[in-house]
């Protein structure tokens, strides 16, 4: 079991986040005090995370939970946030609708009962509210000023809302071949704005640079210093999806990869939902879908490697290119272990896949969500997933950000307004 616990620093200066106790390395598992860090002092590798969550009776916080707000921070026993956390301005993201597809899942085929955890709901439209609403209280906590990151569309839409929002200032970095709707969702809360001309790895890498200058002191970057406190955001998923199922664990579960951070953390928030007992331990197969032009992992898991290697994307799925996925590694791991898979889909089935949502579902995901619906398509198709057993597939993000995806998309016919033309037109 991955939850790991030690005993609190008793010193006052251990910074309030709840029952985060420190950061640990997730290659060699060394401490690290907690803190604005990302890198292992030891060995450099990734840092997360460590907890002491709640021990006792399951039922007991599984009412303290279902009695809390309906939003992420009824998890707040189980997340890096103080206590009082939903007392500070905040954009209050989650509890988003966990949709049964009865119609989707009749068109494909499924039997064993699909959903859709439609995240479309957040305040600015995408998943990335979650893991900034975390990152948010970090930065408080540590007391910088200024937020930043490097976004592939969708993050720097969520930061520059949250820092309007709780009265940070923001600057937040993009690609320079965006979507319209990615780039005014990021402008329009007032921060500063930053398009480079790179792709999103010479962002990050940019911002990298930009930490270790004294431009960017007092910065907290949510993707990059505070990474470790953002990624536990994506655990809310995990836990809403149980929850919201009745407290049981899916069979199947359909996750986007851009970074993998997601993936890896809901994957986190599964098991801790099994250590608390809060759910009923039982199997459960996590499959990772991308889009074939930004495919690294999907590419290292068919060749049976383990090392990602990287990638120059060139898919119309812009949220997901991500070449170098940090968390790649992991991702391959947790697919392999728990008998899911990686797979990935063209641009024609992600567009494909957006109107089949829409249409079955009335549902208008953007280009991530036709990725997850389009590789849910292909796993059936090739054997791969289950149609018998239980299935929620995500949908990270909202249709509107991503219009050209549907470009052509119109009237059925333009008619002069009178009988004999709607007849004319032959819809009569
Ligand atoms: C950022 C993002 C993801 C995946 O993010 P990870 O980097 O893998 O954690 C998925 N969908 C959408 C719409 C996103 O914006
Ligand atoms: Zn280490």
Redesign the pocket.
Known sequence: MAVQTVAPAADSTTPDLGPAVALSCRECGARTPLGPSFACPECFGPLEIAYELPSGDPEALRKQIESGPTNIWRYAPLLPVPADVASHPGLNPGWTKLVKADNLAAELGITGGLHIKDDSGNPTH???DR?VAIAVQAARTFGFTTLSCSS????AGAVGAAAARAGFRSCVFIPHDLEAGKVVMAAVYGGELVAIEGSYDDVNRFCSELIGDPVGEGWGFVNVNLRPYY?EG?KTLAYEICEQLGWRLPDQLVI????????TKIDKGLKELIALGLVEDKPYKIFAAQATGCSPVAAAYKAGHDVVRPVKPDTIAK??A?GN?A?GPYVLDIARRTGGAVEDVSDAEVVDSIRLLARTEGIFA?T??GVTVGVLRKLLAKGLLDPAAETVV?N??DGLKTLDAVAGTGPTATIRPTLASFREAGLA
């Open positions: 995408s998943f990335k893991v592939t569309g969708n993050l990624a994506s986007p990869v851009a970074s993998g951070s997601q993936l949220s997901l991500i996925p968390d953007e991530a969500g995500l990270t993000g």
